[in-house]
């Protein structure tokens, strides 16, 4: 007879839960250790996040840009972020509800056509609208590698960047892509095609802009003017400085007639962190505020410290704070923030004036 078999009652009922014990700490172990050893699912997100396509006049407004078709009838054309990354987004034309892929046509012309392709082969233009009215066309206008630089084009041939600007301000380029050699890439719903065209992180590209807007973001893709104002309601620009060769931290100054120039700060006031103003030679403060298309001024403030950051917003009337940036004439983006460099809240005295941070445009 088996050991086993000669435990009692009680015996086995021991064993028996403490067995029941051990799967269950295994079952758990392997179900930890699976969670462990397979990567969680990055590509999901609730619904999608969609992004505005515009093109960026150089002086930092934004152009519409809308697919038509033949009748001249307008359809919107967006990025879609449908995953947790925003390096590579579709590009596509909102049309009755449906997704209309955009893609670059093969051609033997100089520019290369940028057109919207339905699921029955139809082709729809892709065009800029500008303040007028008019329509620009917006066409691939050269490679650089496997990459096809994609422009809105003026009557004058002027380019103008195309870009895909999120709701809070993020900003990435509208590029064409090619994935092999060959001059037709592939054929979309029986049309021939020459590249993708995809929004892709921005790398920056050479400028040798001196002065860069500074513009408040809508979160339905217009830009709002930021200005300083005196006592007596004269308005002037705000601008960003780039004196070198370097993007990384530009100077943010109200200009002041022809030739002055005015340091911008977060200041000390009333136990306040959060005023911004512009400061005088002899102190006089100037209002920094956001213009909205009703020529309304908006408050412009800190709104928060993340470390050694403040963040700058703009405050629309129903409380929605809008992003604060730079934009350069070639339509790069820099963020608009307050730095602290030591840890005291008096930073300096400017002028008679207590700075508790220094605002600067930085990458974003």
């Given at each position: 007879?088996?050991?086993?078999?000669k435990?009692?009652?009680?015996?086995?009922?021991?064993?028996?839960?403490?067995?029941v014990?051990?799967?269950?700490?295994?079952?758990?172990?392997?179900?930890?250790l699976?969670?462990?050893?397979?990567?969680?699912?990055?590509?999901?997100?609730?619904?999608?996040?969609?992004?505005?396509?515009?093109?960026i006049?150089?002086?930092?407004?934004?152009?519409?840009?809308?697919?038509?078709d033949?009748?001249?009838?307008?359809?919107d054309?967006?990025?879609?972020?449908?995953a947790?990354?925003?390096?590579?987004?579709?590009?596509?034309v909102?049309?009755?509800?449906?997704k209309?892929?955009?893609k670059i046509?093969?051609?033997?012309?100089?520019?290369?056509?940028?057109k919207?392709?339905?699921?029955?082969?139809?082709?729809?233009d892709?065009?800029?609208?500008?303040?007028?009215g008019?329509?620009?066309d917006?066409?691939?206008?050269?490679?650089?590698?496997?990459?096809i630089?994609?422009?809105?084009?003026?009557?004058?041939?002027?380019?103008?960047g195309?870009?895909?600007?999120?709701?809070?301000?993020?900003?990435?380029?509208?590029?064409?892509f090619?994935?092999?050699?060959?001059?037709i890439?592939t054929?979309?719903?029986?049309?021939?095609i020459?590249?993708?065209?995809?929004?892709?992180?921005?790398?920056?590209?050479?400028?040798?802009?001196?002065?860069?807007?500074?513009?408040?973001?809508?979160?339905?893709?217009?830009?709002?003017?930021?200005?300083?104002?005196?006592k007596?309601?004269?308005?002037?620009?705000?601008?960003?400085?780039?004196?070198?060769?370097?993007?990384?931290?530009?100077?943010?100054?109200?200009f002041?007639?022809?030739?002055?120039?005015?340091?911008?700060?977060?200041?000390?006031?009333d136990?306040?962190?959060?005023?911004?103003?512009?400061i005088g030679?002899?102190?006089?403060?100037y209002?920094?505020?956001?213009?909205?298309?009703?020529?309304?001024?908006?408050?412009?403030?800190?709104?928060g410290r993340?470390?050694?950051?403040?963040?700058?917003?703009?405050?629309?009337?129903?409380g929605t704070?809008?992003?604060?940036?730079?934009?350069?004439?070639e339509?790069?983006?820099?963020?608009?923030?307050?730095?602290?460099?030591i840890d005291?809240?008096?930073?300096?005295?400017l002028?008679g004036?207590?700075?508790?941070?220094?605002?600067?445009?930085?990458?974003q």
């Amino acid at each position: 007879m088996s050991n086993l078999s000669k435990l009692r009652p009680g015996h086995s009922l021991l064993l028996a839960i403490i067995g029941v014990g051990l799967l269950s700490f295994v079952v758990s172990s392997f179900t930890d250790l699976t969670s462990i050893l397979e990567p969680p699912n990055y590509d999901k997100v609730e619904g999608e996040r969609i992004w505005h396509v515009k093109a960026i006049h150089p002086e930092g407004y934004f152009l519409d840009v809308k697919a038509f078709d033949s009748e001249g009838k307008q359809y919107d054309v967006k990025a879609i972020q449908d995953a947790d990354q925003t390096t590579l987004m579709d590009v596509k034309v909102i049309m009755n509800g449906a997704k209309i892929p955009i893609k670059i046509l093969q051609s033997d012309g100089r520019f290369m056509p940028v057109k919207g392709i339905t699921k029955n082969g139809v082709i729809l233009d892709i065009k800029a609208i500008d303040a007028k009215g008019e329509t620009l066309d917006v066409k691939g206008i050269g490679h650089s590698g496997s990459i096809i630089h994609i422009k809105a084009i003026t009557k004058n041939k002027e380019f103008y960047g195309i870009k895909a600007i999120s709701p809070s301000g993020e900003l990435n380029d509208v590029k064409g892509f090619k994935v092999s050699k060959n001059p037709i890439e592939t054929s979309v719903n029986g049309v021939l095609i020459h590249a993708h065209v995809k929004a892709i992180s921005q790398t920056g590209c050479s400028s040798d802009s001196f002065i860069w807007h500074i513009k408040a973001i809508h979160p339905e893709g217009r830009t709002l003017d930021v200005k300083a104002l005196d006592k007596e309601g004269n308005i002037f620009d705000v601008k960003a400085i780039q004196n070198s060769n370097q993007k990384s931290m530009l100077d943010i100054k109200a200009f002041i007639g022809d030739a002055l120039q005015l340091p911008i700060k977060v200041i000390l006031i009333d136990q306040s962190k959060s005023t911004i103003k512009a400061i005088g030679e002899d102190g006089t403060l100037y209002d920094i505020k956001a213009m909205d298309k009703n020529g309304d001024l908006l408050e412009v403030k800190g709104t928060g410290r993340s470390g050694n950051l403040i963040h700058i917003k703009a405050i629309d009337k129903d409380g929605t704070h809008l992003g604060i940036k730079a934009l350069s004439p070639e339509g790069e983006l820099n963020a608009v923030k307050g730095v602290k460099m030591i840890d005291e809240d008096l930073e300096m005295e400017l002028n008679g004036v207590k700075i508790y941070a220094h605002l600067k445009a930085l990458p974003q």
